[in-house]
């Protein structure tokens, strides 16, 4: 009998930064749901990749001194050594790079112009540099920033292609709130209250201001825009308009698309727009998650994002206590749709208490009594006892509520649920108190009994965290004595599958307990230390940004020219606005020479306060002239910087009056 398929994606992430932890989540989810899945017998594909196009991207580059290629490249592999570092079991990588991807989507984008989905027309609008985005008004944040990176917009307008979404609308809006589509289906009401019912807005599919992107076939100077590039991935990785795969008929429509609520609206609208536009099955469920958190200095918890710089570096976690475990910290902590707020002691508290003192100590307890009282080798002969049948049937019923929260993709509560086999096979231990029974010698078959169903116990629940822990459960099943016959799935819903005279084999410490006080320092020190370079890495960046345009000086003067300009040190009395001005202030000033009034153009950066009791530079021979009506006699100096305007202020210790040379 041929297997089911199933078809798994996580998002194709962006190359414009090294991967973080935020990132590790999606993946790892995705990752354990295909493994499950492989244990139960289906045939996955489970598909990653990157998002290899855009401004953002071409501008970095053209930064760094390399072409786009070369820029991505470097990114590219860091995203597949991390994915290998993690044990991350991928199909297929998809790079919208790919030459087989480009042709398709050209073909697609033609393809929905032939059926006059998309058509020409201008955008002017909002627009975020950063997140490639044009905004509405009413998108904007509450300070008129993009509402995703929260910086600056600004005005821009093009000849683009537009997708028409409004004949899916009535489609859509069933499809989130009448069907499982959606998960958690709470969100559906939100996506339909902020974009359904005030009406769908075409979506804009092309650009003309930058060059790397998929180029419009029909219309030079156009590259295919973001959305219908990247979402494509998901199809084209399978062979839709392409002879690179010949998947799409075996796999398509996907079991899961896993996101992020930051590109939930794509995934939920735009994507199943576009599907509907090619009349393509939609994909069965959409699982939207929450951010992995940090706390910031004002302790908000804030999206760990490469664009704040606050990310916190697998690798360094991973050698520190290895990728299982931080895979379990991550699943364990986050509840699908909820953020969740990543700190170091969370994460070691965690690896403790479930790893190391839950399962890591069921484990080597049992293997040491099975070596201390048998020598390694369990005796055929066993007693049962009443207690044994609660025990079991408690393992035993872990199997289908497990599978339950994998297909339902809650994967938080599938380990809460083979913690709670772990747990009981714990208390098993200190009702059975194995100890003492391994002081009497007519109670070894008694021992015997109890050393085994906790041994059937370990094979059970080890083979269920698996696939969330794919390094360490091998382990396991060699310390136990269990084959690979003996972990498979179709053996997970009963007892007995172990030898009768099965043989343990002491090894390892699965997890070796985290020392929190120890540890604590030198982690936060080393995540800090990381983290502050990755911020200082940015803000060089976005200050390189600002002048990246050459500067250019003003003619040449002599010494005897600049001698003409008188510069005095003058000291601020008092400061107020200038009436009907938002720009002006009025200093009175003490400049040693009985006081003046000057009018300065920097309400924007200080108020009064700011300025009061302060001592700066003063151009004290300018011409006189009136602002706004107000007399003004001189002029204070300040920088412009990519921050707005700064005054220079001069030492407290330098007299009112000095000369400035
Ligand atoms: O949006 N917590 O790429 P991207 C949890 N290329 N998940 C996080 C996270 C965090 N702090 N930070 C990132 C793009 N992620 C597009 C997607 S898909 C057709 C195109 C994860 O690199 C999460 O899965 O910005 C999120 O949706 C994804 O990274 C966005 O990655």
């Known amino acids: 009998m041929s297997k089911k398929p199933f078809y798994i994606t996580t998002p194709i992430y962006y190359p414009s930064g090294n991967p973080h932890i935020g990132h590790c989540y999606t993946t790892v989810a995705c990752d354990s749901i295909a493994r499950y899945k492989r244990m139960q017998g289906y045939d996955v594909m489970f598909l990653t990749g990157t998002d290899e196009h855009g401004l953002k991207i071409e501008q970095k580059a053209a930064e760094a001194g390399v072409s786009p290629k070369e820029y991505v490249d470097v990114i590219v592999e860091q995203f597949q050594k ?168 075996k796999f398509w429509p996907a079991d899961v698309h896993m996101v992020a609520k930051d590109i939930m609206r794509f995934h939920a609208i735009i994507w199943p727009a576009m599907l509907m536009a090619l009349e393509l099955p939609l994909p069965k469920h959409l699982a939207v998650h929450g951010y992995i958190t940090m706390q910031s200095k004002s302790g908000e918890s804030v999206k760990m994002s490469k664009s704040l710089g606050n990310v916190v570096d697998p690798f360094i976690l991973g050698e520190r206590y290895g990728c299982d475990s931080i895979r379990y910290h991550i699943l364990r902590e986050m509840a699908l749709g909820a953020d969740s707020l990543f700190s170091n002691e969370i994460m070691m508290n965690r690896i403790n208490s479930d790893l190391a003192n839950g399962f890591g100590n069921l484990v080597s307890r049992t293997v040491a009594m099975a070596d201390k009282y048998f020598g390694g080798t369990l005796p055929a002969e066993r007693e049962a006892a009443a207690i044994d049948d609660d025990f079991r049937s408690v393992i035993l019923g872990l199997l289908p509520e497990v599978d339950k929260y994998v297909d339902e993709t809650k994967i938080k509560q599938a380990l809460e649920t083979i913690f709670e086999g772990v747990n009981r096979a714990n208390k098993y231990i200190d009702e059975t108190e194995p100890w003492k029974l391994g002081k009497d010698e007519a109670m070894k078959p008694r021992l ?123 000291k601020v009395i008092s400061c107020e606005k200038v009436k009907k001005s938002d720009k ?51 002029m204070i100096c300040a920088a ?6 700064k005054v220079i202020f001069v030492d407290d210790s330098i007299p009112v009056g000095s000369k400035i040379r």
Not at 195 to 203: A, Q, R, T, Y
Not at 234 to 239: D, M, P, W
Not at 604 to 626: F, H, M, R, T
Not at 640 to 645: C, Y
Request: net charge negative; with cysteine; charged share 25%.
């Open 82 to 249: 991390l994915w290998k570092y993690m044990n991350i079991s991928y199909d297929r990588y998809i790079r919208t790079t790919d030459d087989y991807h480009v042709e398709s989507v050209q073909k697609i984008f033609k393809e929905l112009y032939d059926r006059g989905y998309i058509y020409k027309g201008e955008y002017s609008g909002k627009y975020c540099t950063p997140c490639e985005s044009f905004w509405t008004d009413s998108q904007l944040d509450e300070n008129g920033c993009c509402p995703e990176c929260h910086r600056p917009v600004k005005f821009a307008k093009e000849e683009a292609y537009f997708f028409k979404m409004s004949p899916f609308a009535e489609r859509i809006e069933k499809l989130l709130t009448e069907t499982d589509y959606l998960r958690p289906k709470t969100r559906a009401q939100e996506l339909v209250n902020n974009f359904i019912k005030p009406g769908l807005e075409d979506l804009c599919v092309s650009r003309t201001t930058f060059k790397w992107g998929v180029p419009v076939t029909f219309d030079e100077g156009h590259v295919v825009y973001v959305w219908i590039d990247a979402l494509s991935n998901y199809i084209t990785a399978l062979g839709y308009l392409n002879d690179a795969h010949s998947d799409f008929e």
């Open 448 to 570: 015997a009994a109890v050393l085994y169903n906790l041994l059937e116990a370990i094979r059970i629940t080890s083979a269920l965290l698996a696939p969330f822990m794919p390094t360490t459960m091998p382990k396991v099943w060699e310390q136990i004595g269990a084959s690979a016959e003996d972990v498979k799935y179709e053996n997970l819903g009963r007892f007995d599958v172990l030898p009768a005279d099965v043989t343990v084999h002491k090894g390892e410490i699965l997890f070796p307990r985290i020392d929190v006080d120890k540890e604590i320092d030198e982690l936060n020190a080393i995540l800090t230390k990381n983290m502050e370079a990755a911020q200082a890495k940015l803000s060089a960046e976005e200050k390189g940004e600002e002048s990246a345009a050459p500067i250019e000086l003003a003619p040449e003067i002599t010494i005897d020219d600049f001698a003409k300009v008188e510069i005095r040190v003058a």
């Open 584 to 634: 002006l202030l009025c200093l009175q000033l003490d400049d040693g020479m009985g006081g003046r009034q000057v009018v300065s153009g920097i309400a924007q950066y200080y108020s009064p306060e700011d300025l009061i009791g302060k001592k700066l530079q003063l151009i004290a021979n300018l011409k006189p002239v009136k602002l706004r009506g107000v007399d003004s006699n001189g």
């Open 640 to 645: 412009d910087t990519p921050d707005g305007i």
